[in-house]
């Protein structure tokens, strides 16, 4: 079964063709970074725009590269939240017009589902139950994955995600967007005992997180040397900052784990590129004869491979929407769209 996955929900409009979930015959991004680095973040209405310059081309270049036409396509599958509202709608309003017009049918996707599905591509032999760590610049959850299209959220942040958190720091380190990435980048030599960054904990919920006290105060930190005419080490912060953000992370999973009784351990969102948080969880996974699963760097980010690959099991589980299909900010993962 062949599966068109499309993907608008923040600055990347990608499309693939993907085969019984695990095969990609073609992925397409087109980043728009480059333009989102002027303004030191994603400017949505500008996302928005870019999207639907490109997603008609980059279609057509997703079924030609995998030697395709529509009539070889089972189902459309979209990402239809949570995400930019308006970068969504471009996306989720293209695949309606797709499926009405050939009469494909539609299966809305959650981004985060999808992220956690990249796995499904890079490990061919991955099935649920595992346990998930989901990571991006949106939200930081550790989640129970107990079937393809069935999820209990253990633990999630309070308020900043971890990849947020890391893209602030590296702006205010003097970083260009996209921070994450060149935090990591800059911060591989850096000392990350250097600044005695606090580890935050959440009351009465051990799997949850809080990052915005520890961007707070590097914020705080860098500001304070500014004004005294000191420069930060920036690798020093950088790996101080990343370890923090991770020990959070890594700490979190490993309990649940335990918890749970799970050994099938999977990484998943933009943070999973992070070579401090693959290299941790290499070395935990390693010390408990835990199996990890982590994506390839290229699916790391978001990208549509992994939405065709989450859109064939939400397909097999009988998920379909019609033109009345809309795109929502928010969504909890656990839940399924009312279509
Ligand atoms: O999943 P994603 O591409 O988009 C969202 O769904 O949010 O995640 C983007 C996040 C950004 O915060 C970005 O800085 C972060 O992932 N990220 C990284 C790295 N690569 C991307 N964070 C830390 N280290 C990296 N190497
Ligand atoms: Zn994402």
């Keep these: 079964?062949?599966?068109?996955?499309?993907?608008?929900?923040?600055?990347?409009?990608?499309?693939?063709?993907?085969?019984?979930?695990?095969?990609?015959?073609?992925?397409?991004?087109?980043?728009?970074?480059?333009?989102?680095?002027?303004?030191?973040?994603?400017?949505?209405?500008?996302?928005?725009?870019?999207?639907?310059?490109?997603?008609?081309?980059?279609?057509?270049?997703?079924?030609?590269?995998?030697?395709?036409?529509?009539?070889?396509?089972?189902?459309?599958?979209?990402?239809?939240?949570?995400?930019?509202i308006g970068a969504l709608l471009v996306g989720v309003n293209f695949a309606k017009g797709l499926s009405m017009a050939t009469g494909t049918p539609l299966v809305p996707v959650h981004h985060l589902r999808s992220h956690v599905a990249s796995n499904y591509i890079c490990s061919p032999d991955l099935k649920?139950?595992?346990?998930?760590?989901?990571?991006?610049?949106?939200?930081?959850?550790?989640v129970r994955v107990d079937d393809y299209t069935k999820y209990t959220v253990l633990g999630q942040t309070r308020d900043d995600a971890a990849g947020e958190c890391m893209d602030k720091c590296a702006r205010v380190l003097g970083l260009p967007y996209p921070g994450g990435k060149n935090l990591d980048a800059v911060s591989q030599n850096g000392n990350p005992k250097a600044f005695a960054i606090p580890h935050p904990h959440v009351a009465d919920s051990e799997y949850d997180f809080s990052f915005s006290g520890l961007k707070t105060f590097v914020i705080n930190?860098?500001?304070?040397?500014?004004?005294k005419g000191e420069e930060p080490n920036v690798p020093d912060m950088g790996a101080s900052?990343?370890?923090?953000?991770v020990d959070c992370l890594a700490g979190n999973t490993e309990k649940a784990a335990l918890q749970y009784g799970y050994d099938n351990i999977v990484l998943a969102g933009g943070v999973s590129a992070n070579s401090f948080l693959r290299g941790r969880f290499t070395s935990l996974c390693k010390s408990h004869s835990w199996t990890l699963h982590m994506p390839e760097l290229k699916y790391c980010?978001?990208?549509?491979?992994?939405?065709?690959?989450?859109?064939?099991?939400?397909?097999?589980?009988?998920?379909?929407a019609g033109p009345d299909l809309?795109?929502?900010?928010?969504?909890?993962?656990?839940?399924?769209f009312q279509v």
């Design 128 to 142: 649920p139950p595992f346990l998930a760590l989901i990571a991006s610049g949106g939200h930081s959850h550790i």
């Design 301 to 320: 980010g978001d990208n549509a491979a992994m939405v065709a690959a989450q859109g064939y099991y939400e397909f097999l589980s009988g998920v379909r």
């Design 1 to 84: 079964m062949k599966i068109l996955g499309i993907e608008s929900s923040c600055d990347e409009t990608a499309t693939s063709v993907v085969e019984d979930g695990r095969k990609v015959l073609s992925n397409v991004v087109a980043s728009q970074v480059e333009e989102h680095k002027l303004y030191g973040g994603v400017v949505p209405e500008i996302a928005s725009r870019r999207h639907t310059e490109a997603i008609s081309q980059i279609t057509t270049q997703a079924l030609d590269e995998a030697g395709v036409t529509m009539d070889d396509i089972d189902a459309i599958a979209v990402t239809a939240a949570p995400g930019l």
């Design 221 to 227: 930190t860098v500001h304070n040397m500014e004004q």
């Design 326 to 336: 809309n795109a929502r900010p928010t969504m909890n993962i656990e839940d399924a």
């Design 241 to 245: 900052v990343i370890t923090t953000v």
